[in-house]
């Protein structure tokens, strides 16, 4: 069955490349397609195009759609082109002519537009949880080991002291960043577009703000080509906003590699959390972390993705926007996936506490060392030279009980401020 049907059938390998994985994805979005239809028959009957009795028999058929969805019973067999043409069958067999009337004053295009928003929504609402749920454990973590120094780099030299406090708390508030960008992409979901039908509107005397209310939307895609155009802007979006939270990730995965190979030894993991190797009995690998920074590059990749398919399209559907989907649900289950595993390795991870015994880390003290010379009056470039000097002839001696007190530095973590900038954004 397919909506567009007008007594003709198309060849069958046309119709295979053109509905493509269409059936799959339509199955995470179908719960979606019959929250709006619900809401578009409650609006079709207000606005009187349909009877009362019939709007609640459509909602009522489409609750039970509903419950099947949930119990994973509701399928899309090949007979059907997308969710929306199996669930118009399944209103018609049910209701008859009345279920035929669910398409009224709107469009497929619409449909879809509407289903991938209330899902997007759902979805960004779940990461975010996902991503407070690890900020709080890195928190946590920062506040637990504050006290441990660790060896701080730049261009992969020994370079300052650092702690795993700083360490920890610095990937809790690139998060915060993070989720700007995910607020950012809510909002953008956060408009209603049903009722702008192929992307033109109709001579329907429609209330659409009945359904704005209905469904959740916080306003209404007022302009009804607007309305079209925000396909793949939206995936786009959010797309970014999950590609900020991945560049996170995978810049802590490969912290974390480095960190636990025999070379650094700054922490460790339990070997449940390891995978060994087939030849070297001795190998405690960190595959999941490697493939989280994997996934997480690949997930940065897709807004360039969507681009590449939506770029110099002209106002109006093209059917290339049916690929956008196909992107950016996986790309979603990913980053969860990620998020999750991240916080639940995380939760075991075991911190040395002597990495600076060893002397190769004095020189990490020089700066500290010659800002003393500085706070006794001595010039900071006089200073530079003679710490230069001193190192340059062996004669260097390392001022360990280091006092660092400004905001965000290693004796003052800010940890409080930090979680409250999180807290606003969450919250709101």
Known sequence: MKLWDKGFSTDK???HFTVGNDRELDLVLAKYDVIASKAHAKMLGKVGLISEKEAQDLVKALDGISKDIEK???????????????????LTETLGDTGKKIHTARSRNDQVLVAIQLYLKDELKEIKDQVKVLFDLLLKLAEKHKSILLPGYTHLQIAMPSSFGLWFSAYAESLVDDIYFVQAAYKIADQNPLGSAAGYGSSFPIDRSFTTAEMGFETLKFNVVAAQMGRGKVEKATAFGLSGIAGTLSKLAMDICLYMSQNFDFISFPNELTTGSSIMPHKKNPDVFELIRAKCNKIQSVPNQLTLITNNLPSGYHRDLQLVKEVIVPVIQDMKACLELMAFSLKEIKVNTTILDDPKYDYLFSVDTLNE???HGMPFRDAYKTMGKAIENGNFKPKKDIDHTHE?????????????????????
């Open 373 to 375: 010379m500085v706070k």
């Open 13 to 15: 390998k046309i119709d």
């Open 408 to 428: 965000g530095s290693l004796g003052n973590l800010c940890l409080e401020e930090i979680g409250a900038k999180m807290e606003r954004q969450y919250g709101s």
């Open 72 to 90: 994973g019973k509701f399928t899309i067999e090949d007979d059907f082109e997308d969710m929306h043409s199996k669930i118009e069958f399944l």
